[in-house]
C-alpha cells in the first residue's frame, strides 16, 4: 500500500480521517454533484437552446443520448477500474466528461449537441462509479456510514439547486454556461485528485471483454430506447418498440452466456452467487423505480393541483428531500457505532410503501401541508435505503470485484429509474386521458392527447371547467401512479427481509487487529521495496 493508505489506517485507529484522504472525499464530491446536476441544469435551459439551435423535433434526444451513454458506460467504467486502477480509471472519466461539456457548449447545432452530448454521458458513466468505488478502497464498510449523509446531502442540493441554478445561469449567461460550468468544478476536483489520491496500480494482463462490453451496451440502449419511447415518440405494440424489445433480450441473454466463457468478464456472474448483493440489486432497482417516478409526479401535482409555482420547481421536493437527508445520516451513524444495517432496508421499504400508499391517497382537496407529510413519510424510506444498499452490496464482494459491484448496484438503480419514468408515466398519461374524455369530453381530452402534461402558462389560459377537469384529471393519475409505486415497493420489503446480517469490514475487535496486519504489511512491502532499490 502506498502511503496514504497507511495513514488512513493509522488515522481510524485514532478515531479520524486524514487531512488527504478528506481532501479527497471533498474532490469526490464535487464529481459525485456534477454527474447528478448536469441533467437538471440542462433540463432548464431546453427551451432557450431550442430557441437558438432549432432542432425541436430532436429535442427529446439531447437527454436520451446522454441517459444512453451514461447506462451504457457504467459497468465498463467499474471493470476498468478493477482491471487497471481506480485512480487513472477515475480521472480519464472526469476528463471525458469536461471534454464532452465543453463541446457541448461550442456546438452550432442540434446534431452536433446530441453527439457531444453522448461523449459528455460516456464520462458520466464513470464518475458515480468512480466515486462509490474509490470510497470503498479508502474507508472500511463500517466507517462508510459515516459520509451517507455527504452522500444524500449532494443528491438532495442537487435535486432542489440545479432548476434554480439551471435557470439563473441561463437567464444571466446564456445557455452554454450550462455547460460551461462543469469546467472549474471538474478541474479542482481533478487536480485534488491527482494530487492527494494515492491508491496501488495495476496492471491486469488479461484483455478488456469487448464482445461483453458490445452485447451489453446493445442490450441496455435497446432497452432503455424502448422505456423511453414507449407510449410517447410509438406505441407499446408498434413494430419499433418491439424490434428493439427483442433486440435488447437477445443482446442481454448473449451477455449472459458470453461472460461464463469470457477470460475477464465485464460483470463477473460470481457476484450474484452472494445473496445480499442479489437483494441488494433488487433494492436498489425498485429504489430507483420509485425515487425519479416521485421526483417526476410530485411537482406536477403541485403545480396542477395545488397552484405552486414552476419556478422554485426544486424546493416542492424539500419535505421529501430533507427527510431523506436526516434520515440517512441517523442510518450512517447507527451503522457506524453498531455494525449492524439490516433492519434500515426492512424499515427503509416499509416506510416507502406506506409514503407512496399516501401519496397515492391525495386528491384536490388535498392541503400543501399534507401532502408535504406524506413526502417525509417516503422520504424517510429512501434515507434508509439510497446508502445502505450501496454499501452492503460492496460489503458482500471481494476487494477485487469492488468496482464491478459499485458499477452493477449502479446500472440497476439507473435502469430502475428508467422502467420507473416510463411505466408510471404510461399509466399516468392515460389516466390523465380518461378523466378528461369523462369530465370534459371530447374538446378536454383533445387538449392532452399530445401530452397530459400541462405546463403553467397553458394550464393558465384554459377555461375554468376544463381546468378543474384537468386537475382532477391530474389527482388521479397520480393516484395511479403512486399506488403502482407502493404494489412495486412491496418487492422490496419482501427481498429486505431476506437480507442476511454479514459483519461489515473493518467492524469489531477482529478486523482492527487485521487492520493493523495490513498496516504492518504494507510498511514491511515498503522497506523491501526500499532495500531492493539500494
Known amino acids: 500500500m502506498a502511503d496514504t493508505a497507511i495513514a488512513t489506517a493509522e488515522a481510524e485507529k485514532a478515531g479520524e480521517q486524514p487531512r488527504s484522504v478528506r481532501v479527497v472525499l471533498l474532490a469526490l464530491m464535487i464529481a459525485m454533484m456534477l454527474a447528478m446536476l448536469d441533467n437538471m441544469i440542462v433540463g432548464t435551459a431546453m427551451p432557450t437552446i431550442v430557441g437558438e439551435l432549432g432542432g425541436l423535433q430532436h429535442l427529446s434526444w439531447v437527454v436520451t443520448a446522454y441517459t444512453l451513454a451514461t447506462a451504457a458506460a457504467t459497468p465498463l467504467w467499474g471493470k476498468l477500474g478493477d482491471m487497471y486502477g481506480r485512480k487513472g480509471a477515475f480521472m480519464t472519466s472526469i476528463v471525458i466528461f469536461l471534454a464532452g461539456s465543453a463541446l457541448?457548449?461550442?456546438?452550432?447545432?442540434?446534431?452536433?449537441?446530441?453527439?457531444?452530448?453522448a461523449l459528455q454521458g460516456l464520462g458520466a458513466g464513470g464518475l458515480m462509479?468512480?466515486?462509490?468505488?474509490?470510497?470503498?478502497?479508502?474507508?472500511?464498510?463500517?466507517?462508510?456510514?459515516?459520509?451517507?449523509?455527504?452522500?444524500?446531502?449532494?443528491?438532495a442540493l442537487a435535486m432542489i439547486g440545479g432548476p434554480l441554478?439551471?435557470?439563473?445561469?441561463?437567464?444571466?449567461?446564456?445557455?452554454?454556461?450550462?455547460?460551461?460550468?462543469?469546467?472549474?468544478?471538474?478541474a479542482v476536483a481533478l487536480v485534488a485528485i491527482s494530487a492527494v489520491l494515492h491508491l496501488p496500480k495495476k496492471r491486469s494482463q488479461a484483455r478488456v471483454d469487448y464482445l461483453g462490453a458490445a452485447l451489453l451496451t446493445l442490450g441496455i440502449s435497446s432497452i432503455v430506447l424502448v422505456t423511453t419511447w414507449g407510449g410517447t415518440e410509438y406505441?407499446?405494440?408498434?413494430?419499433r418498440i418491439m424490434e428493439l424489445t427483442a433486440i435488447g433480450v437477445a443482446a442481454l441473454v448473449g451477455f449472459v452466456f458470453w461472460q461464463t466463457k469470457a477470460a475477464e468478464p465485464i460483470v463477473p456472474l460470481h457476484i450474484f452467487r452472494s445473496r445480499n448483493f442479489t437483494l441488494m440489486s433488487v433494492i436498489g432497482f425498485i429504489t430507483g423505480f420509485v425515487m425519479f417516478?416521485?421526483?417526476?409526479?410530485?411537482?406536477?401535482y403541485q403545480q396542477s393541483?395545488?397552484?405552486?409555482?414552476?419556478?422554485?420547481?426544486?424546493?416542492?421536493?424539500?419535505?421529501?428531500?430533507?427527510?431523506m437527508l436526516v434520515v440517512s445520516m441517523i442510518a450512517g451513524r447507527v451503522t457506524t457505532n453498531s455494525g449492524r444495517y439490516k433492519i434500515f432496508p426492512v424499515v427503509g421499504s416499509v416506510l416507502m410503501v406506506a409514503g407512496l400508499y399516501l401519496l397515492s391517497m391525495m386528491d384536490t382537496e388535498t392541503s400543501r401541508l399534507t401532502s408535504g407529510l406524506y413526502m417525509a413519510v417516503l422520504g424517510a424510506g429512501m434515507g434508509c435505503l439510497m446508502q445502505i444498499t450501496m454499501l452492503v452490496a460492496q460489503n458482500s464482494v471481494q476487494m477485487k470485484d469492488i468496482g464491478v459491484a459499485s458499477s452493477s448496484a449502479t446500472l440497476f438503480r439507473t435502469l430502475g429509474s428508467s422502467f420507473g419514468v416510463a411505466i408510471m408515466g404510461a399509466l399516468f398519461n392515460n389516466r390523465v386521458?380518461?378523466?378528461?374524455?369523462?369530465?370534459?369530453?371530447?374538446?378536454?381530452?383533445?387538449?392532452?392527447?399530445?401530452?397530459?402534461?400541462?405546463?403553467?402558462?397553458?394550464?393558465?389560459?384554459?377555461?375554468?371547467?376544463?381546468?378543474?377537469?384537468?386537475?382532477?384529471?391530474?389527482?388521479?393519475?397520480?393516484?395511479?401512479?403512486?399506488?403502482?409505486?407502493?404494489v412495486v415497493g412491496v418487492v422490496a420489503l419482501v427481498a429486505a427481509v431476506f437480507v442476511k446480517e454479514v459483519p461489515l469490514k473493518g467492524a469489531g475487535p477482529a478486523t482492527a487487529k487485521a487492520a493493523d496486519a495490513q498496516v504492518t504489511d504494507a510498511k514491511a512491502a515498503d522497506a523491501k521495496a526500499a532495500e531492493a532499490q539500494a
Open 433 to 486: 386521458q380518461d378523466v378528461m374524455a369523462e369530465r370534459a369530453g371530447a374538446s378536454g381530452s383533445k387538449m392532452t392527447e399530445k401530452s397530459a402534461q400541462l405546463d403553467a402558462a397553458s394550464l393558465a389560459k384554459l377555461p375554468d371547467a376544463i381546468r378543474e377537469a384537468y386537475q382532477h384529471a391530474v389527482s388521479s393519475g397520480t393516484h395511479s401512479a403512486f399506488l403502482l409505486g407502493s
Open 305 to 323: 393541483v395545488q397552484g405552486a409555482s414552476a419556478t422554485n420547481s426544486g424546493l416542492l421536493l424539500l419535505p421529501m428531500l430533507g427527510a
Open 129 to 155: 462509479v468512480g466515486v462509490m468505488a474509490i470510497i470503498g478502497d479508502l474507508i472500511p464498510p463500517r466507517e462508510r456510514g459515516k459520509y451517507q449523509g455527504m452522500m444524500a446531502g449532494v443528491m
Open 293 to 300: 417516478g416521485a421526483v417526476l409526479f410530485l411537482p406536477l
Open 235 to 239: 406505441a407499446w405494440t408498434s413494430a
Open 165 to 186: 441554478v439551471g435557470g439563473t445561469i441561463t437567464d444571466n449567461w446564456g445557455w452554454r454556461w450550462a455547460f460551461y460550468i462543469n469546467l472549474p468544478l471538474g
Open 104 to 117: 457541448s457548449g461550442m456546438a452550432q447545432d442540434m446534431g452536433q449537441l446530441i453527439g457531444f452530448r
